[in-house]
């Protein structure tokens, strides 16, 4: 198994679409972290305007803990497309270039071709999420020092320093968790259809609709809404909770990964059946 996830990882990075995650992340990641640099001040400013009556902020705010905060909740939910612009062509795409019978003449079972291919789209996706680590929190600590968290939600919580990485750390795996969902649908549609496109656009049409249907404040989709992995997908900000809820993170852990099995399952039994002669 070890050889053929081996195998498919050069196949993922000997195509060229594989680094636009790594591009785009690491030069939105930079623009972000220059706006800040230039005006993080007006930024720390506004965050805060609405407390400063009562409050006094001091000490060292503007930190790279605080802009990877801020990067963190604003990449997550652009992620997804990087991510399956790879996973929708890792089936799809041995489809088009007519690869698929000289695939299965190998002396390996379907089962292991498929999950040597899934397990290399998931070392993708998380690595998509290390990366991002890496630009965010590493970069910006070089660049902005650390300091205190200031975290504003439904509650002012301001972390001390030796209690920030740890949750940083959990926070990045458990977007790793999330965006190996995303890379599980689009590894299901990449099955499904014969071009990259499909499953590429498919995918992030679900999460839009998936996450539009979320928001809505009706009995209806609220009935839904516990079914939606969309749902799901920012538990990462539990882990900045004071005091964190364990269970409601492990609750939401086994959901996304019921649904990342689902997926993959869904995926095996289609493929297993797949006519590739015709």
Known sequence: MYTLVSIELSKIFRKW????????????VAVIQLAMYLQGKHFLERLTQNFEQNFVFVGNLLNGYLISYFILGSLTIHIPFLIVLVAGDLLAGE?????????ITRPVSRVKLISAKFLAGLIYANLIV??????SLGVGILIFGVGELLVIRDAIIIFAQNDILWR??????????????????????????ENAIGPIVTTMTVIIVFTIFSAIN??????????????????????FDDPIDYHEIIKNCLVLAAHIVGFFSSTLFI????????
């Open 271 to 278: 493929f297993k059946r797949k006519d590739i002669l015709s």
């Open 130 to 135: 290390l990366w991002l680590a890496v630009v």
């Open 168 to 193: 940083f750390a959990a926070a990045y795996l458990l977007a790793g968790l999330s965006m190996s969902v995303v890379c599980a649908l689009g590894f299901l549609f990449s099955s499904l259809v």
């Open 95 to 103: 489809a088009t270039a007519g690869t698929y019978r000289m695939l």
């Open 17 to 28: 679409r594989t680094y636009i995650g790594f591009m785009a992340i690491g030069g939105m």
């Open 218 to 239: 009706i009995d209806f989709f609220k009935t839904i809404k516990p079914y939606l992995f969309t749902n799901y997908m920012s538990t990462w900000l539990l882990v």
